[in-house]
């Protein structure tokens, strides 16, 4: 398949808009996705028919019928095997385009002409046979995608002055309150309000063990209530799930074409219209140069027509970019397009970011330290008024450390918040400048500088691998908080992973200093450390690897990292399905925060490279072989077929195995 286009109206994508007409234009078609059976399509059809009366014709005359009886009966299995082809290829050719279909349709015609109808019947059975296997192999990738819409609850419970009554969920509006009992579907994104539960959250994360949720977690549309009753607010629209924007982007990510299969399309562009004009040359030299009759010189000109016809390398590609996309989106992995999986597979330095990706992105307050005579309280107190509306994730280590801190001070009115980019945070109150910032940014754009004892101390926490935040007022350092997060269990053998697939750089960028990212990053085998970055440093390196190495992806929170992520060779977002910015900002987005699932998708990547180097050689090789021996009379137009359709089929299957993809462990 080239790609797919969805036919949907934009403003709204549930259930009912999952199952929307799939046109294929890689050339042959493919089958009509409106709800029918999944063995069923038009190609396949066609062949049954076709084959009915190709049978009929042939045997007609052994049961007492005329020549003229039987020859209908030809005409009309030609006409039920080729009036499918036609259309296409009558379309195609509206848009000025030469493709694959119109080889096979000149060469039936051809047939006809010199009176071989059926060879000609037989052409078009197997021509539509073999697409309509094609079709149905590439049904089951393009399954995979839509069978998660059919998770999502058509209706939901929403509770309204206190009664409860189901609606559609397309009628549901942000803030409303949805019930949810044990063992039923999600059927809003929303944030839990009453209740606690567990859920499993495969569909959207692919994590195999069920998520506790309680007050104020996240819920996701879709996924699957365990035991208890849950009450949910409704934050996003049923559009805009994060289930309904995944299949979306998987969807629309099929016309994102990868480097080879813009190739193969050039290739068969400039191939077809060739191959059409060296039939006439063939059938010249072999009536002229070697005296062959003109039908038979037709006939053979005939059979090499459809042995030149390169359908299998057609759809070498996209169908195993679709089938390995289908894979990922299945385990919780989403990338937006098969030139971002074929991407992917080409990646020798993979850059991550610390905080969040290499960490478990819940740092804490470890210690709070307050500088000439200002008390601990009133230092966390002026810290989480600054932070209070920030998502950051030291800053909300700062706000849930105040809020266990029973003693604190009234939180003070702050004004004029606004973010030092790579450095801190700062806000006015009662006239007075209030700052929380990195060290290093003491002693610039007016901030004040540190006296030698706040120096050491903050060397000091700094050696112990804590990230130290200064907290200023007016032109005093007023106090020190260390925090640290903790580096994620598992991490040292997912790099090792990374490593056994042919990853030759690992490389942690960080806006911590170099003494907590030396003391994280050491012990996990990572080849290069660069500290004390600001978002634009991240840039910078994220280049110097490029022109070392040629293909790096840069792994991050899909927020902060988001330049960075896009001048990678290939973005990878972890955790998006708690962040919509991640799903734009990405190529890839891992949507647990599970970095486990990256050396999935690198191995997937590369098997699927792999697949495609296999495919290429098989259809090229058929083709190959077929032109020669059908010159040289070797294989009849028959045969031809049975191969040309064969060698299509044994595609399309191959990529398939993408579905069944796991990695070694």
Known sequence: MRRARIRRKDADLTRAHVHTRMTCTHGHGCANSTGRKSWFNADLLSALVCAALLLAGVLAPRFGADEAAARVLLWISCAAGGWHVAIRSLQQLLRRKLDVDLL???????????????????????????????????????????ALGTLTPTTARVVRGGIESDVPVESLRVGDLVRIKPAERVAVDGEVLEGETTVDQSPITGESVPVRKSLGA??????????????????????????????????????????????????????????????????????F??????????????????????????????????????????????????????????????????????????????????????????????????????????????????????????????ESVRALPGRGIEGSAAGTRLAVVG????????????????????TDLESAAQTVSVVTRGPTVIGVIAISDQVRPDVKTILARLKSLGIARLVLLTGDNKTVAARVAEPLGVDEIHAELLPEDKITEVRRLLDKWQSVAMVGDGVNDAPALASATVGV??????????????????????????????????????????????????????????????????????????STVVVAFNALRLLRYREST
């Open 573 to 646: 977002a972890m955790g998006a399905s708690g962040t919509d910015v991640a799903l734009e900002a990405a190529d890839i987005a891992l949507m647990a925060d599970d970095l486990s699932k990256l050396p999935f998708a690198v191995g997937l990547s590369r098997r699927a490279r792999s697949i495609v180097r296999q495919n290429v050689v098989i259809s090229m090789a058929v083709v190959a072989m077929l032109i020669p021996f059908a010159a040289m009379g070797v294989v009849p137009l028959s045969a031809a077929v049975v191969l040309h359709e064969g």
């Open 289 to 414: 140069a070697f005296e062959m009759n003109f039908a038979e010189a037709f006939l053979r000109a005939m059979a090499v027509l459809v042995g030149a016809s390169p359908c299998a390398l057609a759809i070498s590609t996209p169908s195993a970019m679709l089938a390995g996309i289908a894979q990922a989106a299945r385990s919780g992995v989403l990338i937006k397009g098969g030139m971002h999986l074929e991407a992917l597979g080409t990646i020798c330095a993979i850059a991550f970011d610390k905080t969040g990706t290499i960490t478990q992105g819940r740092p804490e307050v470890q210690q709070v330290i307050g500088v000439g005579g200002t008390t601990e309280r009133d230092v966390i107190t002026v810290a989480a008024a600054l932070n209070r509306n920030s998502s950051h994730p030291l800053a909300l280590a700062i706000s849930r450390r105040a809020a266990q801190d029973a003693g604190s001070a009234a939180v003070p009115d702050v």
């Open 218 to 287: 996240s819920v996701f549309a879709g996924t699957l209530n365990g035991d208890g009753v849950i009450t949910v607010r409704t934050t996003k629209l049923a559009s805009e799930t994060t289930m309904a924007r995944m299949i979306r982007l998987v969807e629309e990510s099929q016309s994102a074409k990868g480097r080879v299969q813009r190739m193969t399309e050039r290739f068969t562009a400039v191939y077809t219209p060739i191959v059409l004009g060296g039939v006439p040359v063939l059938i010249a030299l072999l009536v």
């Open 439 to 458: 060290p290093r940014a003491l002693g610039r754009d007016g901030l004040p500088t540190a006296s030698p004892e706040v120096r050491r101390q903050i």
């Open 104 to 146: 096979m349709l000149v060469a039936a015609i051809g047939a006809g002409i010199i009176n071989q109808w059926t060879e000609g019947a037989v052409l078009l059975f197997l021509f539509s046979l073999g697409h309509g296997l094609e079709n149905l192999a590439s049904e089951r990738a393009r399954h995979a995608i839509r």
